[in-house]
């Protein structure tokens, strides 16, 4: 008894650091190697718990080759394009203009009944009311209403609501995405002039840049390694 017990708690407070240092976005959303991860380590861990035969060890190797192979994962989309891409797909649009793009939801397997429901529970029943709909990587949909649609704030009232813009993102974490910048119909020149005006020597500098128009451009330095 004494050692089961043992055995629980040593199992237990394993799983929980390491997926304390996998980090807290693990906890909010599940992309698909962190999915096949999840399910693979609860029955690992089960296994040394319901037979007390295996040594222990034998039971924590594998929870810990999981571990590092979701932590090179990790690191991977964190530092390539492609392979974030290749492992997590990327946000599709369902909606654009209050209409329904047949050929995204085709090639996402997505139904309009599944559109729909998605949009009630955002209480969204007119669809002619919705800008765009994004289907996320993690397969949540996100919403975005035209202006005269958005909920009411302090910072709108007595005002003009202004048109969305779709943000796009030119430079993330120092690397440059050019199918976004395609997509804006700009040239690198117009990106290299740009950073010149805002003090940015190079694109290597830059940690988040956000396009929404030629007047309204995120822009965001990475901060110097101490």
């Given amino acids: 008894m004494n050692i089961i017990f ?3 708690l040593i199992i237990f407070a394993s799983i929980i650091i ?9 906890l909010r959303e599940l992309e698909l190697s962190e999915l096949v991860v999840s399910v693979i380590l609860a029955d690992l861990a089960a296994n040394p718990l319901q037979d007390t035969g295996i040594p222990l060890f034998n039971g924590l190797l594998p929870i810990f080759v999981l571990f590092i192979c979701e932590l090179v994962i ?14 997590c797909g990327k946000p599709e649009f369902l909606i654009i203009n209050g209409q329904i793009l047949e050929y995204e939801m ?15 529970s955002k209480e969204i029943l ?11 990587t993690d397969g949540n949909i996100s919403t975005i209403l035209y202006p005269q649609y958005q909920p009411l704030t302090p910072y709108n009232i007595n005002s003009k609501p202004s048109e969305i813009e779709y943000p796009i993102i030119i430079i993330e974490d120092g690397i440059i995405l050019d199918k976004n910048l395609d997509y804006i119909g700009k ?9 010149k005006e805002n003090k940015c020597e190079s694109y290597k500098e830059v940690f988040a840049m956000v396009y929404y128009s030629d007047k309204n451009i995120y822009l ?3 901060k110097e390694k101490k």
């Fill in 126 to 136: 007119d669809i002619s009311t919705v800008k765009y709909a994004i289907l996320e």
């Fill in 18 to 26: 390491l997926m304390r240092l996998l980090g807290k976005r693990q």
């Fill in 106 to 120: 085709r090639k996402a397997r997505f139904s309009v009944d599944e559109l729909f429901e998605e949009l009630r």
């Fill in 6 to 8: 043992l055995r629980t």
């Fill in 74 to 87: 990790s690191g991977g989309i964190l530092t390539s394009v492609k392979f974030r891409t290749l492992m």
């Fill in 187 to 195: 040239k690198r020149r117009w990106l290299d002039n740009y950073l």
């Fill in 220 to 222: 965001k330095k990475r």
